[in-house]
């Protein structure tokens, strides 16, 4: 797929429960089965695999809806239901074996969720997985507008942000004669997922996240911005709320924090956040690596970052 997955490698998506990743991914398999297209870029037809552990009941209902929308019969697309444990050798090997026999080999493999199979707690519970990961697709939501990008991409793009929605699809009644229904992903132009303005609380918390990545932010061996551990990033906002007590600040920061990461302003890889903005990475950065080389401390100055008396 140009531009989101390697010809060979692993990538991963994740989002806050009700971004709509499912559904979204769900597209991406149905087009790379059907060599479609997918949300404008270019699909080289495959194999697609299909494992569900959340959701088991309405797999069938999303892929009647995704057929209907698309006139696509799928017959590329494998499904996989039973549980599976990925941390035990065996069923491991079977799925392998499952797979491959079926005819899905060469092609992609959707495991929904990582956190149930492999009984970790997500993407940020593996020390390991994202330095191993050649893509990973982050999607966010606020109130009804979702986007994803790559959060990670050995061959695209990084950051760049797409809009889409979920529409609504009829599948027919049930045995009760009670409407089915599920969705499918539209893209939304551009303009139509601009940012809305930032409430005093949300600018507050990016602000503060400014700061505390100036002050005690993380480079990669790249020097690329690895981010400000979520603590430093609450002390910096505890000193500047102007809530009355602890506990508002506590509860003001966790709402600021999650309105960023479901904004798509801020991403975060193991508890280490980031602003998504290049200007203001660039700007930190620069800072940063000033910091770490001593300049301008070392000739009696000041560094961007450092807070006046």
């Given at each position: 797929m140009?531009?989101?997955?390697?010809?060979?490698?692993l990538?991963?998506?994740y989002?806050?429960?009700?971004?709509?990743?499912?559904?979204?991914?769900?597209?991406?398999?149905g087009?790379?089965?059907?060599?479609?297209e997918?949300?404008?870029?270019?699909?080289?037809?495959?194999?697609?695999t299909?494992?569900?552990?959340?959701g088991?009941a309405?797999?069938?209902?999303r892929?009647?809806?995704?057929?209907?929308?698309h006139?696509?019969a799928?017959?590329?697309?494998?499904?996989?239901?039973q549980p599976?444990?990925?941390?035990?050798?065996?069923?491991?090997?079977?799925?392998?074996?499952?797979?491959v026999?079926?005819?899905g080999g060469?092609?992609?493999?959707?495991?929904?969720?990582?956190?149930r199979?492999?009984g970790?707690?997500?993407?940020?519970?593996h020390s390991?997985l994202h330095a191993a990961?050649d893509a990973?697709?982050?999607v966010?939501?606020?109130?009804e507008?979702?986007?994803w990008r790559?959060?990670?991409s050995?061959d695209?793009a990084?950051?760049?942000?797409h809009?889409?929605?979920l529409a609504?699809?009829?599948l027919?009644?049930?045995a009760?004669?009670e409407?089915v229904?599920?969705?499918?992903v539209?893209?939304?132009a551009?303009?139509?997922t601009?940012?809305?303005?930032?409430?005093?609380?949300?600018?507050l918390?990016?602000v503060?996240?400014?700061d505390?990545?100036?002050?005690?932010?993380?480079?990669t061996?790249?020097?690329?911005?690895?981010?400000?551990h979520?603590?430093?990033?609450?002390e910096?906002?505890?000193?500047?709320s102007?809530a009355?007590?602890p506990?508002a600040?506590?509860?003001?920061?966790q709402?600021?924090r999650?309105d960023?990461q479901a904004?798509?302003l801020?991403?975060?890889?193991?508890?280490y956040?980031?602003?998504?903005?290049p200007?203001?990475?660039?700007?930190?950065?620069?800072?940063?690596?000033q910091?770490?080389?001593?300049?301008?401390?070392d000739?009696?100055?000041t560094c961007?970052?450092?807070?006046q008396?």
């Open positions: 140009r531009g989101v997955l390697p010809e060979l490698g990538a991963a998506p989002g806050p429960f009700g971004s709509g990743e499912t559904f979204l991914l769900l597209d991406l398999l087009a790379a089965a059907e060599g479609l997918w949300l404008g870029h270019r699909v080289e037809a495959c194999a697609a299909y494992v569900a552990f959340e088991e309405g797999v069938r209902q892929v009647n809806a995704y057929r209907a929308r006139s696509a799928l017959d590329g697309m494998r499904f996989v239901v599976l444990a990925l941390l035990v050798r065996d069923e491991a090997d079977a799925l392998a074996t499952a797979i026999d079926s005819g060469g092609g992609i493999v959707y495991i929904d969720t990582v956190d199979a492999a970790a707690r997500g993407l940020r519970g390991s990961l990973v697709v982050e966010t939501r606020d109130g507008a979702r986007s790559l959060a990670k050995k695209g990084d950051g760049q942000a809009g889409f929605r609504t699809l009829a027919g009644t049930d009760e004669g409407p229904t599920s969705c499918v539209e893209p939304v551009a303009a139509a601009r940012a809305r303005p930032l409430t005093p609380a949300q600018l918390a990016l503060t996240l400014t505390a990545a100036s002050e005690a932010g993380e480079l061996e790249a020097g690329e911005l690895r981010g400000v979520v603590e430093a990033w609450r910096a906002f505890h000193r500047r102007t009355d007590t506990e600040k506590k509860k003001a920061f709402r600021g999650t960023l904004g798509g801020v991403t975060v890889e193991f508890d956040y980031c602003p998504t903005d200007a203001q990475r660039a700007t930190i950065v620069a800072v940063l690596e910091r770490d080389r001593g300049t301008c401390r000739i009696g100055g961007p970052g450092d807070r008396a």
